[in-house]
């Protein structure tokens, strides 16, 4: 990966402290700039691709984009993007699309990411797989040293039927790193019990925690795909096109 520029344009003085949001939207804004007339986008999930949306529907209101065409990585990003009069499509009409602009949780420093904390990574890995780019918009505490490096959750999608078997077979997959295996609930209580979240497709999730550097990405890859029980998981390898990273000191953009 090449870092291609560094740009303290169209911030605001290094004296004026930014918060996470605005550097998300900092970062969204100029992934916008990549958007052109006629391009067919993947949209992403979250609260940074959220941004994108939201400035891809007000270019369009102003005439300044047209005959775009949104393929939308979840239910939310649909709803807002129809609500934006953003119009929409899907993979079976659009199997390649020009562009994806999405957020993530990581990006480690040969742009792999981990995506689908916000619960989206299978229509995301579908969508931005699609794609000929695949733009990543970041504010700078995503900039991990290597996959799984901030201690937060690599996610992993997997079917509802047993998915307590399946949770241990990934938790033994990884016991070299100290990894735990947590089920996701969503804030949603029957009778004080906690509820599992469901994603868009109707799975749900087993978030994974490592102590340790969990080494070869392909190969940790390859053994959570070949588990029967498991849908996908979050690391997107190889598949970021250009990272957007805005931060206190201005945007920086890398390109593969
Ligand atoms: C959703 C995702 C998001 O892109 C990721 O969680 C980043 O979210 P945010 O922009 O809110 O920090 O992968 O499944």
């Known amino acids: 990966?090449?870092?291609?520029?560094?740009?303290?344009?169209?911030?605001?003085?290094?004296?004026?402290?930014?918060?996470?949001?605005?550097?998300k939207k900092i970062a969204a804004y100029k992934a916008v700039e990549f958007v052109e007339s006629g391009m067919v986008l993947g949209l992403g999930t979250g609260s940074t691709a959220c941004h994108a949306v939201d400035r891809i529907g007000?270019?369009?209101?102003?005439?300044k984009l047209k005959n775009v065409i949104g393929v939308p990585t979840s239910k939310k990003t649909h709803e807002q993007a129809l609500s934006l009069g953003i119009p929409l499509s899907d993979l079976d009409s659009h199997p390649v699309l020009d562009l994806a602009i999405d957020g993530a949780d990581e990006v480690d420093t040969e742009m792999n990411l981990v995506k689908g904390?916000?619960?989206?990574?299978?229509?995301e890995k579908m969508v931005e797989g699609a794609c000929k780019k695949f733009v990543v918009i970041v504010d700078e505490s995503k900039l991990v040293?290597?996959?799984?490096?901030?201690?937060?959750a690599m996610p992993v999608?997997?079917?509802?039927?047993?998915?307590?078997?399946?949770?241990?077979?990934?938790?033994?997959?990884?016991?070299?790193?100290?990894?735990?295996?947590?089920?996701r609930t969503c804030c949603e209580k029957i009778n004080?019990?906690?509820?599992?979240?469901?994603?868009?497709?109707?799975?749900?999730?087993?978030?994974?925690?490592?102590?340790k550097d969990i080494g070869d990405l392909k190969i940790a890859s390859d053994s959570i795909l070949r588990l029967a029980g498991v849908v996908e998981h979050g690391m997107f390898l190889d598949m970021a096109t250009t990272v957007i990273v805005a931060g206190e000191l201005g945007v920086t953009i890398k390109n593969k």
């Open 192 to 211: 004080k019990k906690e509820q599992p979240f469901v994603t868009d497709n109707g799975n749900y999730i087993v978030d994974l925690y490592f102590k």
């Open 58 to 63: 007000e270019l369009l209101r102003q005439g």
């Open 145 to 152: 040293p290597y996959i799984g490096g901030s201690g937060l």
């Open 1 to 23: 990966a090449e870092k291609m520029e560094t740009s303290l344009a169209s911030l605001s003085p290094p004296s004026v402290i930014l918060t996470q949001d605005e550097l």
């Open 117 to 123: 904390r916000g619960g989206s990574l299978l229509r």
């Open 157 to 183: 999608e997997v079917v509802p039927f047993c998915w307590k078997f399946t949770a241990k077979r990934l938790k033994d997959l990884f016991e070299d790193c100290g990894c735990v295996a947590k089920l």
